[in-house]
């Protein structure tokens, strides 16, 4: 059965009528840009085709209702009282919460959720659910979606309501994803580009078997070190440094903080010369730039694990493998590849056995391809 048709599935076996809307968010994996968006730089992702699916029904009153197939639990509260309740429903709310703070008119709603995202893999199955709840409520609320916005919304719900310190990169391109394209958004201003990508070619997503903690003070830190690095330098943030710029006035800066903005400075060359490479159709240069991402993730940045680092240079030892680095936040999630999607079958066994064998971990791979962004897949006027 396909996703779409579980969701329904389960939307008639719990309310026994049929879903005024079916929704569809993906997640995500980025290409290359990691860690640039909270230094208002550039990223690179691409929507997977892994998504949340949510299926759901108009309610005539203020209450919401959503039940997780996966956690096989229910979230329910009032739109005139939202409060925190430890769990998943925090990212529902904290969407609840915050389009009515930005003055967006919500009316209630039920529904049911699933999905195939691997939580905490790095894929931001986080972000899905905040974009699919988002469309829900703009579907019942009977107002337009805007991406951008929207993006801004799950942010803010994540930041402020679930109390996660991410940027705006996975709600974005949940929202704005094409197929065959990836996004390359400008975390300045949330200007996007769709990027079209080589046909021949595929992203392999390699789940290491070890997990972030998205409150890690990992990331926190990291954060604090390029706003003190952005501070040094004079400027707001990070993005407005450019490396010859970076080579003057680094001189006195503490060893840590300028390897940090090193990272992030190249980094964001690097995102610009990837899109070039791709518009090229330039699969080995691409590849090239990816490995350059990780090995200053790994060296500058300092985000990487063992796992990490053993699942990357496996990968790049691969036939059919132009590139591979670390993608998502660090400390653990995953990797990703780009290789030939003639070989992707080959690649993903080889890895697995050898990942096995060097670590004892059993990783997951996921030959992805990029699909669209968040959208309603199906809607019915009549409810019976
Ligand atoms: P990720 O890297 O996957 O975004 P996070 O820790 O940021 O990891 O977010 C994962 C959280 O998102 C889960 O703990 C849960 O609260 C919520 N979530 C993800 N998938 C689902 C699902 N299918 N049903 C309910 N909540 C989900
Ligand atoms: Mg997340």
Redesign the pocket.
Known sequence: MSNQQTITRAFKDHFSKTPHFVIRAPGRVNLIGEHTDYNDGFVLPMAIDRA?WIALGARNDRQVRLR?L??DALTEFSLDEITHKP??GE?IRGVAWALQEAGYRLAGWEGV???D?P?????????A?EMAAAKAFSLVGGWGFDPPAMAQIGQRAENQWVG?NTGIMDQMISAAGRAGHALLIDCRDLSTQQIPLPTENVFVVMDTATRHA?TDSGYNERREECEAAARFLGVSHLRDVDLPTFRDRAGGMGEGIRRRARHVITENARVLEAVEALRQGDSPKMGRLMDASHASLRDDFEVTNRELNVMVELSQNQPGCFGARMT?GGFG?SAVALVEEARAKEFTQAVDEAYQAATGLDPHLYVCRASNGVETMARSTTTS
Do not use: C, E, P, Q
Request: no cysteine; glycine share 20%.
């Open positions: 949340i997780s996966h956690f769990g998943w990212y959720m699933t999905s995202i939580i905490g893999a790095g894929l931001s199955s986080s972000a659910v996660a998205h998502g999630g």
